[in-house]
């Protein structure tokens, strides 16, 4: 993403590395610092410890994809929500131990205010054996002492087509000696693509991909890219392998395609954090996440998923304000 005027302007309030070498961050009220193991929270009503890996896998996603649709939960305290121009950061806000306590607080921020100060907390404590995209048996430790940092791994981004992918400027089809090796999980997927035969004169007009080839490439786990858009129907295909590092509480419908292998998802209630379903995917099975729930996926092995989503602009504001459903169709 481009620098604009207002990053440019952002101050990131941060102080002297700490004895084992991290720097603090503030954002409003809230602190951030973190140790050889844990990254601990503090708000005026209260503080929060999480683990340093859960964290950061947490915080690079939120990065990476810009706040999301709705709201990122790194866990059942801490979390973002996103208003598309400002974020809140919250702690404890969906939790209803936390409401009932009273201990619960959010600030609403400027978006580039949080998006350049959680890059700089980011950069800071990513050490260089930590890949906060990779799964945990693809990357080195996140723990110790500051250790040099990883740009190259956390300012990865979402790939996103503007079209779709092999179309005329959008050829992002990896190949082996595009860097991109097939995953150890994946090295039964064909590599073959679909023969084009295009009438003459609709050459560029006509493309197509291996999709499974594609996915099969994929060196981060639990990170759509964008395959195809058309209006604002987005195709989000992803690798996903162990734990989804966030509970995603969507703030509009969300449909699931299991291409390959199995997830299974905890539901829960979006704003009290309350069970509300356990839902095992399997190849080929379609469910639809509706807009009132949270939800985090858990993957055994190495698995394809395609995440098909509505980026229309006034679905949140016609969700929340019961002109449509929460849900997709009527059965
Ligand atoms: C989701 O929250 O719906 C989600 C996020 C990332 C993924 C898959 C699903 O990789
Ligand atoms: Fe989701």
């Known amino acids: 993403m481009a620098t604009t005027e207002a990053e440019a302007t952002v101050e990131i309030q941060s102080g002297d590395p700490n004895e084992a070498g991290y720097r603090p961050f503030q954002l409003g009220e809230f602190k951030f610092r973190r140790d050889d193991y844990f990254v601990y929270i503090e708000w005026p009503t209260g503080s929060h410890v999480m683990s340093a890996d859960a964290f950061l896998k947490a915080l690079q996603r939120d990065v990476a994809w810009d706040f999301f649709y709705g709201i990122v939960n790194f866990d059942g305290v801490i979390g973002t929500v996103n208003h598309y121009g400002t974020v809140d950061l919250f702690a404890g806000r969906y939790n209803d131990g936390y409401r009932k306590a009273e201990l619960d607080h959010l600030e609403n921020m400027p978006t580039p205010a949080i998006r350049e100060t959680f890059k700089a907390m980011l950069d800071d404590w990513t050490n260089e054996t930590f890949d906060p995209f990779a799964s945990p048996d693809e990357t080195g430790s996140a723990f110790g002492p500051k250790n040099g940092d990883n740009r190259k791994a956390i300012t990865r981004h979402r790939v996103a087509a503007a079209r779709m992918v092999g179309v005329k400027g959008d050829e992002q089809i990896r190949s082996d000696d595009s860097g991109f090796p097939v995953n150890r999980h994946f090295s039964d997927v064909p590599q073959d693509e679909p023969e084009i035969r295009a009438e003459a004169g609709f050459e560029d007009e006509l493309a197509s991909f291996n999709l499974f080839a594609y996915l099969s490439r994929s060196d981060v786990t639990w990170n759509p890219s964008v395959v195809s858009v058309c209006k604002d129907s987005l195709f989000c295909p992803t690798t996903e392998e162990y734990i989804l590092p966030i509970i995603h509480g969507n703030d509009r419908v969300e449909w699931?395609?299991?291409?390959?292998?199995?997830?299974?998802?905890?539901?829960?209630?979006?704003?009290?954090?309350?069970?509300?379903?356990?839902?095992?995917?399997?190849?080929?099975?379609?469910?639809?996440?509706?807009?009132?729930?949270?939800?985090?996926?858990?993957?055994?092995?190495?698995?394809?998923?395609?995440?098909?989503?509505?980026?229309?602009?006034?679905?949140?504001?016609?969700?929340?304000?019961?002109?449509?459903?929460?849900?997709?169709?009527?059965?």
């Not at 979006?270 to 807009?291: N, T």
């Open 256 to 331: 699931f395609l299991q291409l390959s292998d199995e997830i299974y998802w905890d539901v829960e209630d979006r704003d009290s954090g309350q069970i509300r379903s356990k839902v095992v995917m399997k190849p080929g099975d379609v469910a639809a996440m509706p807009a009132d729930i949270r939800h985090q996926g858990y993957a055994p092995k190495r698995s394809m998923l395609l995440v098909w989503e509505n980026a229309a602009g006034d679905l949140p504001e016609l969700i929340s304000s019961g002109k449509l459903p929460t849900y997709p169709v009527e059965l």
